[in-house]
């Protein structure tokens, strides 16, 4: 039987701030730590009320406190400041016993620990989703017009491109330096390969992510969390959390719930015969700097005819973890309207996991989850006007399917799990520390 692993998880956000990326490194330490083996996470302490060390299900996460250097130029030193905080935390406080794996996940810390002693001793794994300079260049261009004075606009415009580029050079040198490199998807793997140029034999591998299922699952009364959230019967639900940002497609996807309203209403109209177009609901979760403009959009999109009367499209909030679930099990839909840069899309799998069919635009890493499993769930495009007609034959033809929640489950159940993911990193590990033991063992193997 192989001997348990020490591994050491290194990313900068984390427990208690869960994104995607977080959750994802949660989800694999735990089901590490379940398979036997030791996992610590160190992350950087952003709050003084969170703890330097605690324990999670198994998982020991660790913090060293954040570095915020001073102004005016404090921003240009940010990062760097954070990730030489890393890697000194890392070769003091964290270097004896050795590690069997490092997994760097972007960004300041894993900069850090990749140019540690503890980094040399032992094979490391950089955990790619996206290409950062790209990602923080679109997100600030992506927000430039709410910036009103125009000497504002320009010093944001080169503050990004500093940072871009930082980000984008650190992130090639991570890469460059790491013993493999995993990517949660083939689009993932394909952002990798157009950032990083002369990759050589570098071992690259696709780990997709995993859901539990036992926690997203179909609710045993969904009428009664739809009443609990004030949706009526009659309506057809369309969910979405996304972080409120330019690349996930929030705007386009109000937009194309307007034009999928005023379709529904103008069918009626025409046809008098016609049977009435179902009710249709939006609830974006979320948060973002991109709320207010996206909330005045939605109250031209779908306006209110009296102070009464509820609004067609809602906003949620960012939504705890604990009540994601249950939004999932009560929406007819959730819709993933992405642009760029999705490495995954985790919330697919949770959604089809609590029995709800998930319309995505066929971009990013959707098609690689929902090809394989019905392929009227991909939007061909990702503009307003596919979108839409999307939510229409949704809400008339594929609501009414009554195996396709249930098919939903089976698809999740059967081809994705946090377990395989962490044996695919498990895998991963034994092979490195397996190639490097193999000098020596052939030295000691050979005839004299």
Known sequence: MDAPLRILTVIDSFHPRIGGAEHAALETARSLVARGHHVDILTIRYEPGWPPEESVDGVRIVRFPERVPPRPLGWLLYERANAAAARRFVDASLADPPYDLILLHPIDAAFG??????????PTVYCFHAPLGREHWLRVRGMRRSVSRAPSRWASLVSA?????YRAKQQRAAVLRADAVTCPSEYSRDLLTDTVRRLGHKRIQVIPWGVDSERFCPAPDRAALRERFGWRPDEVVFFTARRLVPRMGVGELIRAFELAFHKAQDTESATAEAPPSPALRLVIAGAGPLRGRLEGLARRAAPRHSPHEPSRIEFAGLVPPDDLPAYLQAADFFVLPSIDLEAFGLVTLEALACGTPVLATNRCASPEILGGFDERLLIPGSEATAIAEAIRHAAVGLAAEPTLRTRCRDYVVANYSWDR?????????RQLLAARRAPNSAGEGSPS
């Open 421 to 429: 993911t962490a044996a695919a990193f498990e895998q991963v590990a």
């Open 113 to 122: 620990v990749s140019r540690s002693r503890a980094a040399a001793h032992a």
């Open 161 to 165: 491109a500093f940072t871009a580029n």
